[in-house]
């Protein structure tokens, strides 16, 4: 009997998943999110007002991505390359374009700059989204491992930065 019980739960669980609407990147996601972003350094933390703004424009493949920090904007663009695939792009409006990938309602993006190597996530709910960005020094690589076929090197980049958010959808 517990076991026709536990089946039971399980069946109704799946049908209700099933029954959900998928939620589709960009469009689900729209609005301005707000909250604290927390920057840990080696030197300590500190706390920023932060806001993310995601919003449509004239194209239906480019919206409005902007950061806020401390009240100043940083104006981007989200250009769709590939929807199907999930496949976009960061447009910093100045020469500088950063490839994105989305998955499982999180989008992701490494880059490197000025010898930093940063990686970005923002993972998204459909109320609030958290926002991380990771960020190491080049120089600081460290290397393990032999070289060999066995044992390859292995190289590691300690984290210098992280910063995170939990920012919440605004009505």
């Known amino acids: 009997m517990k076991q026709i019980f536990l089946f039971l739960c399980l069946f109704v669980f799946v049908l209700a ?3 959900q609407d998928a939620l589709v990147f960009p469009d689900d996601f729209l609005g301005i999110y707000k909250g604290q972003l927390e920057i840990t350094t080696p030197r300590g933390k500190q706390k920023i007002p932060m806001e993310f703004h995601l919003q449509v424009t004239d194209s239906s493949a480019v919206y409005n991505y902007v950061l806020v920090y401390n009240g100043k904007p940083r104006n ?14 960061i447009d910093e409006n100045n020469g500088i374009v950063l490839p994105v990938k989305f998955v499982d309602n999180t989008l992701y993006s490494f880059f490197e700059v000025q010898g930093n190597f940063l990686s970005s996530r923002l993972a998204f709910q459909r109320t609030q989204l958290e926002f991380e960005i990771l960020f190491t020094a080049m120089k600081n690589k460290v290397t393990t491992g032999k070289g060999t076929k066995e044992i390859p090197f292995v190289y590691g980049y300690p984290i210098n930065v992280v910063q995170r958010a939990l920012l919440r959808r605004q009505k």
Not at 76 to 86: A, T
């Open 17 to 19: 998943s099933y029954g």
């Open 76 to 89: 981007y663009s989200l250009k769709v390359l590939d929807k199907e695939k999930k496949v976009f792009e």
